[in-house]
């Protein structure tokens, strides 16, 4: 793997972009800019490819997008020679791909691995970035774009005494390359979330007794996964173009037989074969089933109700299963779940489930966990404790931006941004699937690829004319949050204390991070804002102004949201006061 040594252009110049992060966003970003002439360079925290696959290798860690649709599109040839050997691709099939891209398009070069940015400060004399990393490197550039994932920095949870436990601790968020072996071994794990539910299966059959420790149960569908059947495939390769725009026209940048039905006005054995079609396709299918299960709470019950009865079909003990049907939280107000053999793993005699809230974990000890009730004995523990999602990456770089002003003040009360793309007051800084953007709801992938494609278009007609900065207004940033606040509030997704809300982070503001109108939604704004000749944005040249477009006026057409929600939507925007009340 070829490390370049030295980031700056060799004439002395500023870079034109670095780009932090070389994960599938940062290496698409890379080949873009220098496909269209420009000097991009990436520095890696990590020692190769692949971001949230490279570093995320716990067992039965797997992507929970069809394989197909998680994957570029951005090149025909890279489609045909690569083909994936499952329905959802598991871990290291995701690393060999992103590593087959660099070394395809011959990315590594301008990638500086093993190196993290410590510090990015703005310039305003000199309209660049100066960028500082850990290993003491230091760089310019006009241009600074962070590909730093959503799910890339670990919360780090810690308990009463975990240093004077004896056995070994692992963290999901950075499991060991080498692997672990738990046979004949005592574990405990805490922790139900996405990677607990995919690791699970796994280390209950190798371990001697896995204790599985809960506070709050989680939605998880069936994968089914296996082989990709060649019918699949063929019919993907009879139009690709046309499969992933379709892909790209929906909601969450993925084919999920979306429906305008409406749960509350179909008879009941229509509901129940709906759901069960979509259970037994498996993955996120069931999330397209009815059109007002995300908007309406009796909808939504009569598919947590569904969902209930699967997990008693699943799971002997009906205790157990109780404890593992979600109570708290309507389904899909936190990313659902997808797993193999999950539910199934609780009828093993060498696994047990612990309910925290009826049994809190009071500290660890030598040998293991103390609860309020007794003393568990483990050789190993794996805390599966997850992430500080959207903005955790970008809190621990020392940005500053105009004046000085770092992006933590400026995000006190909560992540600002305009379309998820920029900050006011950080010029030429962008954030690819940041918050405000679909990303987290959405197939990545697809995010990512729309993201890339408007910064890059962005950075050409900026070096067309002859333009130094672009810098998001700050009205144009607060109607964008305004907006934001719209999409969300006729849904239910504020009800759950989830990643989205920054509720797993202690101290961090409450607010829904992502931008939930839907990617055809969103993409259609974009293209909007850019016809309008960047709408809501202020370009410089210089020290002069040459565009300053503060306003942001761009909105979803009325027809993208089905009729027979909009009165749902308009009682719930009412009730928010975020329009006026009928008269």
């Not at 037994?280 to 007002?292: H, M, Y």
């Not at 004046?403 to 007051?425: A, C, N, Q």
Request: proline share 7%.
């Amino acid at each position: 793997m070829a490390i370049s040594s030295e980031l700056p252009s060799k004439d002395g110049q500023p870079l034109d972009a670095l780009i932090v992060g070389a994960g599938f966003a940062g290496m698409y970003m890379l080949h873009k800019l220098r496909g269209l002439g420009f000097n991009p360079k990436v520095v890696e925290a990590g020692s190769g490819v692949g971001g949230t696959w490279y570093w995320n290798r716990y067992p039965g860690a797997r992507v929970d997008i069809q394989s197909l649709e998680y994957s570029f599109g951005f090149d025909e040839e890279l489609e045909k020679e690569w083909r994936w050997s499952e329905r959802y691709a598991p871990q290291p099939e995701l690393l060999k791909y992103a590593e087959h891209v660099a070394e395809r398009f011959d990315l590594n070069r301008d990638i500086r691995f093993n190196t993290r940015v410590s510090a990015a400060h703005w310039d305003e004399a000199a309209q660049v970035w100066k960028v500082e990393t850990d290993v003491g490197a230091a760089m310019r550039c006009r241009h600074l774009i962070l590909a730093t994932g959503c799910l890339s920095i670990p919360t780090d949870v810690t308990f009463p005494g975990l240093d004077t436990f004896a056995g070994d601790v692992y963290r999901t968020s950075r499991w060991p390359h080498e692997g672990v072996d738990f046979s004949g071994k005592r574990v405990g794990i805490i922790g139900t979330g996405s990677s607990a539910i995919q690791s699970i299966p796994i280390i209950a059959s190798q371990a001697a007794h896995l204790t599985v420790f809960q506070r709050t149960p989680n939605y998880s569908m069936p994968a089914h996964n296996g082989p990709i059947p060649q019918e699949d495939f063929e019919a993907w390769a009879k139009d690709p173009r046309g499969y992933r725009a379709a892909s790209k026209d929906t909601v969450g940048g993925f084919q999920n037989e979306a429906s305008e039905a409406m749960a509350t006005a179909t008879a009941p054995e229509e509901i129940r074969a709906e759901l069960e079609r979509r259970w037994a396709w498996g993955g996120f299918r069931i999330l397209g089933a009815f059109a007002d299960s995300a908007v309406d709470p009796q909808a939504n019950r009569i598919v947590q109700e569904f969902i209930a009865e699967k997990i008693r079909e699943q799971v002997a003990d009906p205790a157990v299963a109780d404890l593992l049907t979600p109570k708290d939280h309507p389904f899909g107000t936190k990313r659902p779940c997808v797993d193999t053999g999950y539910y199934a793993t609780f009828n093993r005699p060498n696994v047990e489930l612990v309910n925290l809230r009826a049994e809190p974990l009071v500290r660890f000890n030598a040998q293991g966990i103390e609860t309020s009730e007794k003393t568990y004995a483990f050789d190993a523990v794996v805390l599966a404790t997850g992430f500080d999602a959207m903005t955790g990456a970008i809190d621990r770089i020392d940005l500053r931006g105009v004046g000085g002003r770092r992006i933590k003040d400026h995000w006190v009360e909560g992540p600002r941004t305009y379309l998820g793309l920029m900050v006011s007051g950080f010029p030429n800084m962008f954030t690819i699937t940041g918050p405000g953007s679909p990303s987290v709801l959405t197939n990545m992938i697809n995010s990512i690829e729309q993201h890339v494609e408007w910064i890059a278009d962005c950075l050409v007609a900026l070096k067309q004319r002859q333009q130094t900065s672009i810098e998001a207004s700050p009205e144009a940033e607060a109607a964008w949050c305004r907006h934001s606040t719209e999409a969300v509030t006729p849904t239910m997704l504020p009800q759950a204390n989830s990643w989205y809300m920054g509720a797993n982070v202690p101290g961090k503001p409450r607010m829904f991070m992502p931008y939930a109108g839907g990617l055809h939604t969103y993409t259609e704004i974009c293209r909007q804002v850019t016809a309008k000749g960047y709408e809501g944005f202020i370009i410089r040249q210089g020290d002069r102004v040459l565009s300053e477009s503060r306003a942001f006026t761009s909105q979803p057409a009325p027809g993208e949201i089905p009729e027979n929600l909009l009165p749902i939507i308009m009682e719930r925007l009412m009730a928010a006061g975020l329009m006026p009340a009928a008269t």
